[in-house]
């Protein structure tokens, strides 16, 4: 998972440079590269429904505004500033503003349509997450989610690392008290997923229940 | 927790963390790279690029000097205006139709507005809403339904449902976040649980995820996910149940709660309610200890008994004179939630209302 950063910018630098001139295979790399970033920023944001096809959006914003960028090695914090927009704007147009809350509002239709029991605990997982402050929960779900290490989140956004140690650190503290409290009977998180398990199952048996 | 682990993935991997990772990796990125259209990077000149060109450069440049002097002369004359501080309270959002808080009516359009502790939100028969609690939740607000925003504060969130159904999702700490109904309080004591409320002041409390506490006075009730528990006025919460309990079981407890019986109805009712309890019925049993009269207690205490048997430091004579350390213990037996939540809760309640008064 770990890329010398100094490599890693400088790659961007050149690769940003050439999708300036209409190099589709170089901003293809640029995807490639970022596309977990933006998956995440999203992630935290935006129901899961939508992340995919927002993902593609932002790039596609990005590439015409390319040079607009002055700085191409900082192109990662660029594009995570456009994600974070990108987002901003999918919760101005209100229909997605009612659909994203009631989504929110216990991730209850990520958890309805979790087709299994193991899909409703990542749901259920997922949605504390997304309870977090902000600034945890997109750092922790670019690690727990998409599987990057702290120095590339540092990288990628332009977080400094410090930072980035620090919201993983405070973030899996909170993550896990959530956890313990949500657990009945239990506290610590090796019973939660079980506890998690019959709650799910309860919470999806009874909107079937409830369904006409 | 490993540090190392959580940082870079190094070190002695982290049992807890390696199980988030695993869990939450359904939903990772997996898009293999699409194919962009062919669009070269259109340089668009930058503002001021576009300004300078202009032949209007120089009076637009002496414009805009005159615009930032009176700017700065408007900005240093507020600074001086007493400071407003912003009543405390949460933003609301419209899902749908015109919720109105106050005299506030709220579009689909016209975005976010402030619910101030001692307002009122009011939605009807076509609009729903969002409210964001603080950084500790979000309540979902049905048509038909109003309620007041009784306390905002830090550590202590406080709703009135005076009628109507709210979904409530919250990852506050314990007891931090209540609703009053008008007959009975429900206090969140982790997580996910919808309250409604009909216009003669009844109640129906249906636990999510975690569980909520429900109190009136002196009678009390704790509902665990896939429970439901009933409320009336001046009677207060009933005896929590699971849904799927058998019909004949939830009619018979119905009856017990709420129903003008006679004690020797009530004693048919209670019978029932024991022969038909299955092993999740442990909850209810629990809760009927004291709530029957000292004559059936001991009934309860054996079919409880044989549900769940009373763990360690509780014994029988203890629990027919309501010893609460001992009831206590054999609830946290049940497994569906530490009491001394609830207990830290009721204290710090109990001290802020005599505060009050």
């Known amino acids: 998972m770990s890329t010398s950063p100094a490599l890693q910018t400088s790659d961007d630098a050149s690769l940003v440079l ?15 590269r970022y596309a977990r970033m933006v998956h995440g920023i999203l992630l935290a944001r935006v129901p899961a429904s939508d992340v995919d096809d927002l993902v593609q959006d932002v790039f596609l914003r990005a590439l015409p505004r390319l040079r607009d960028l002055r700085d191409a090695a900082k192109f990662g914090p660029w594009l995570a500033a456009i994600t974070r927009n990108r987002a901003n704007d999918y919760h101005r147009q209100t229909r997605a503003v009612a659909a994203v809350t009631e989504s929110l509002s216990g991730d209850e239709d990520e958890v309805r349509a979790s087709s299994t029991v193991p899909d409703a605990e990542a749901a259920v997982i997922l949605a504390f997450v997304r309870g977090l402050p902000e600034t945890y ?16 989140i540092a990288v990628r956004t332009g977080l400094t690392p410090g930072s980035v140690r620090v919201n993983l650190h405070r973030g899996m503290l909170q993550l896990r008290e959530k956890l313990s409290q949500a657990s009945p009977g239990g506290a610590t998180w090796s019973t939660f997923s079980n506890s998690r398990n019959s709650a799910a199952h309860g919470k ?3 909107r079937r229940r409830n369904q006409p | 927790m490993n540090e190392d682990y959580l940082w870079d993935g190094s070190g002695e991997p982290d049992p807890e963390i390696q199980k988030l990772e695993t869990t939450l990796g359904r939903f990772r990125h997996q898009g293999q790279v699409p194919e962009f259209p062919e669009t070269t990077a259109t340089a668009q000149p930058r503002f001021w690029q576009r300004l300078m060109s202009s032949r209007w450069s120089f009076g637009l440049a002496a414009a805009t000097a005159t615009i930032l002097f009176i700017a700065a002369f408007g900005i240093l004359h507020w600074s001086q205006k007493p400071n407003t501080t912003p009543l405390p309270g949460w933003d609301v959002e419209s899902l749908a139709g015109t919720p109105r808080v106050e005299s506030n009516a709220l579009g689909n359009t016209s975005g976010t507005t402030r619910l101030g502790v001692g307002q009122t939100l009011v939605t009807d028969n076509r609009s729903k809403a969002n409210i964001s609690v603080a950084d500790i939740g979000t309540v979902n607000v049905e048509p038909n339904t109003r309620l007041r925003l009784v306390a905002g504060g830090s550590g202590h969130s406080r709703l009135a449902l005076d009628r ?6 919250i990852w506050a700490l314990p007891g931090e976040f209540t609703v009053d109904t008008p007959s009975a309080i429900a206090v969140d004591l982790g997580c ?22 429900f109190k009136l006075e002196g009678h009390e009730a704790f509902i665990p996910a896939g429970a439901v528990c009933a409320t009336r006025p001046k009677v207060g919460p009933g005896t929590p149940y ?15 709660d709420f129903a003008a019986d006679t004690p020797e109805e009530r004693g048919t009712d209670l019978r029932q309610i024991l022969a038909e309890s299955r092993q999740r019925d442990a909850l209810t049993i629990w809760h009927l200890l004291a709530r029957v009269g000292e004559s059936d207690r001991g009934r309860v205490y054996d079919r409880l008994a044989t549900l769940v048997p009373p763990p360690s430091g509780v014994t029988r004579d203890g629990i027919l004179r309501l010893d609460q350390k001992m009831l206590d213990l054999w609830w946290n037996q049940l497994d569906l939630g530490d009491v001394s ?9 109990s001290q802020d209302k005599a505060s009050r008064q």
Do not use: C, N
């Open chain 1, 204 to 206: 999806i048996e009874s």
């Open chain 2, 341 to 349: 939540l609830w207990r830290t809760w009721e204290r710090s309640w």
């Open chain 1, 18 to 32: 050439a999708a300036r001139e209409g190099d589709r295979t170089a901003f293809g790399g640029l995807y490639a």
């Open chain 1, 137 to 152: 929960r997109e750092t922790l779900i670019l690690r727990l989610v998409e599987g990057m290490t702290g120095p590339e």
């Open chain 2, 192 to 213: 996910a649980y919808t309250l409604q409320v009909d216009d003669s002041g009844a109640g129906l409390l249906r636990t999510t995820l975690g569980w909520v506490g």
């Open chain 2, 242 to 256: 699971f849904e799927d309990a058998s019909s004949s079981f939830r009619e018979a407890l119905s009856k017990f």
């Open chain 2, 164 to 169: 109507g159904t709210i979904h409530a999702y």
